[in-house]
């Protein structure tokens, strides 16, 4: 699905590469989380996948081809939903297809199936400061999947949920993955977050980025949270913990 070759990039303003000859692979409808200490570069990897930041070397491939020349390669889902407050969530989530120029009865149409998919249909004529904040972030995931993308990029989506809300968003955006059959990459700090929702784990544990560490989550899907006090996950959480808490200077 996605494959990075070699890739470097380096900031104007650093005099040194945040990555690296960074090379890995995220294969079809897989869901991994790519985990560091801030500032890092993980969001870096996002900008360089959906086309934000141009590589200084190396290759970004999407099924074989080179990522720049695939049309609606990545949707991309940031930590704020970025809804416009002065539009419906119906004229907001039509905004990607207003862009494409898709027909206007045709965006009517896709906007009633995908609020019916995501379970808020009757929230289409309301706005932005009628939703809680996690039936924004179900708008947000909507509205990424009206992109088209195969590949979808959520750059921790939950990280500004209370924790019982931010558990069901877990819960939810599982099912929504199996669903649609989408390959997802998700960037978090919460290690437990992590390895609820992931097949793998990408850890940064350096920067220069050189390389990711890929950990392999031993859970089956659909996930239980009765399985996170199993003693193999413990052991990933707790050399996840501690390999985080090397890299971080206080």
């Not at 407050?85 to 989530?93: A, F, G, H, Y």
């Not at 809680?132 to 195969?150: E, K, P, V, W």
């Not at 390389?211 to 859970?219: A, G, H, I, Q, R």
Request: net charge negative; charged share 25%.
């Amino acid at each position: 699905m996605l494959e990075f070759q070699h890739v470097t990039f380096q900031y104007d303003s650093e005099d040194f590469n945040i990555i690296d000859d960074l090379s890995f692979t995220v294969e079809p409808e897989e869901f991994i989380s790519i985990i560091g200490i801030s500032g890092c570069g993980k969001s870096t990897i996002f900008k360089l996948t959906n086309g934000l930041l141009k590589r200084k070397s190396g290759n970004i491939l999407l099924n074989g081809q080179d990522i720049a020349s695939v049309k609606h390669a990545a949707g991309y889902m940031p930590q704020k939903d970025l809804l416009f407050p002065w539009r419906t969530i119906e004229k907001n989530l039509c905004l990607p297809m207003e862009i494409a120029k898709v027909p206007q009865s045709e965006q009517t149409q896709r906007v009633s199936d995908i609020l019916k998919e995501v379970g808020l249909s009757d929230y289409a004529a309301k706005y932005p400061k009628d939703l809680s904040g996690g039936m924004r972030q179900r708008i947000s995931f909507a509205r990424t999947l009206l992109t088209d993308a195969d590949l979808l990029l959520l750059d921790e989506p939950f990280s500004a949920l209370d924790a019982l809300t931010r558990i069901s968003m877990q819960e939810w955006l599982l099912k929504q993955w199996q669903h649609f059959h989408k390959t997802i990459m998700f960037i978090t700090h919460d290690v437990e977050e992590a390895i609820f929702m992931s097949s793998k784990i990408y850890l940064v544990k350096q920067t220069p980025i050189h390389e990711l560490e890929v950990l392999k989550v031993p859970m089956d899907y659909p996930r239980n949270r009765n399985d996170m006090g199993r003693p193999e996950i413990v052991e990933l959480k707790e050399y996840l913990i501690d390999q985080l808490r090397k890299q971080v200077i206080i």
